[in-house]
T-cell receptor, first 114, second 115 residues
Framework: GAGVSQSPSNKVTEKGKDVELRCDPI?????LYWYRQSLGQGLEFLIY????????KSGLPSDRFSAERTGGSVSTLTIQRTQQEDSAVYLC????????????FGDGTRLSIL | AQSVTQLDSQVPVFEEAPVELRCNYS??????LFWYVQYPNQGLQLLLK??????LVKGINGFEAEFNKSQTSFHLRKPSVHISDTAEYFC?????????????FGKGTKLSVIP
């Protein structure tokens, strides 16, 4: 497709379970970002991938959160031992990675922890 | 470090009236500025961006924004709003140096257009 694709669109899981969220960026985009959007915190940066460089993980809130990007394309965000405060919309964005390039966002995954 | 402040959390406005959504930023380095719009259950869509050059930036859907360095502002304006402009608007900044270009967002402004 032409845009950033995220799956699933909605995920409901029980506290303590692990979840995986997937992001398929726009073809040709070398930069990929994950953000979290929650009512109390607004939009927060989580992690950034650029090509083959080491990712910028400075926004990950705890060691329960991790992400990988395979083959420089698809990315998976994993949350282990989910907590209720992890409930949020997780947004993925991609760009060409050059200075000033706008980021293009997917529709997000709405995660609900029961 | 940089921060972005959107001064109004909600703005109601009548259809065909003008609107201004306010955004101020603070940063110790040069920044790039963006406005995004988010419709319900959707991701963010870029309205416009300021990188350099002319301080008046025109975007999609009739929106424009003016970069004011002395006031560290980047307010978004539209001369005549439509019902379809009802959405949440986010101002964002990224630094202009090398490295990660993650966006720092304001808290958002919900624009409600009243028929």
């Amino acid at each position: 497709g032409a845009g950033v694709s995220q799956s699933p669109s909605n995920k409901v899981t029980e506290k303590g379970k692990d979840v995986e969220l997937r992001c398929d960026p726009i073809s040709g985009h070398t930069a990929l970002y994950w953000y979290r959007q929650s009512l109390g915190q607004g939009l927060e940066f989580l992690i950034y991938f650029q090509g083959n460089s080491a990712p910028d993980k400075s926004g990950l809130p705890s060691d329960r959160f991790s992400a990988e990007r395979t083959g420089g394309s698809v990315s998976t965000l994993t949350i282990q031992r989910t907590q209720q405060e992890d409930s949020a919309v997780y947004l993925c964005a991609s760009s060409f990675g050059h200075t000033g390039d706008p980021q293009h966002f997917g529709d997000g995954t709405r995660l609900s922890i029961l | 470090a940089q921060s972005v402040t959107q001064l109004d959390s909600q703005v109601p406005v009548f259809e065909e009236a003008p609107v201004e959504l306010r955004c101020n930023y603070s940063s110790s380095v040069s920044v790039y500025l963006f406005w995004y719009v988010q419709y319900p259950n959707q991701g963010l869509q870029l309205l416009l961006k300021y990188l350099s050059g002319s301080t008046l930036v025109k975007g999609i859907n009739g929106f424009e924004a003016e970069f004011n360095k002395s006031q560290t502002s980047f307010h978004l304006r539209k001369p005549s709003v439509h019902i379809s402009d009802t959405a949440e608007y986010f101002c964002a900044a990224s630094h202009s140096g090398a490295g990660s270009y993650q966006l720092t967002f304001g808290k958002g402004t919900k624009l409600s257009v009243i028929p």
